[in-house]
């Protein structure tokens, strides 16, 4: 028995997103970060009161609490993010970008959108209209 063609699809989009993680972790690999950590940084930073619980981090990247915090404790050695307590609430952890990892994440903000750059000029308008279809698209 034979994958249906919407099988192969899948496996060729999983493929594809493999590859592409492999390049943006190449793309940021001269400021010492992967892009996972890039991410994390770029939801601390957008987010208004500029910290998040873990918990919200996970969600937000994709991973099991116990993943976040194996990314998250070694920013926080290196002195990218700190760990504050919640005024609310004392057993809810809440995570902030430092001033370093401030000024480590404009950097980082600024080649991750060159890159991008050219990687979306590669693409066909068509192929970069599906990549849009694609990201909006709510499982």
Do not use: C
Not at 101 to 109: P, T
């Amino acid at each position: 028995m034979s994958l249906s063609q919407h099988a192969s699809n899948l496996l060729r989009l999983a493929t594809f997103q493999t590859r592409l993680q492999k390049k943006q972790d190449q793309w940021l690999a001269a400021h010492g970060i992967s892009f996972k950590e890039f991410t994390i940084m770029y939801h601390l930073h957008q987010s208004p009161t500029r910290n998040m619980r873990r918990v919200d981090v996970a969600e937000v990247v994709g991973l099991s609490a116990s993943g976040v915090t194996r990314l998250l404790n070694p920013m926080q050695k290196i002195g990218l993010v700190e760990k504050e307590e919640s005024a609310r609430d004392a057993r809810v952890s809440l995570v902030r970008l430092t001033e370093a990892g401030e000024a480590l994440f404009r950097d980082a903000e600024t080649s991750v959108n060159e890159r991008v750059e050219a990687f979306m000029d590669l693409l066909t308008e068509e192929q970069q209209a599906a990549l849009q279809a694609l990201s909006e698209t709510r499982l």
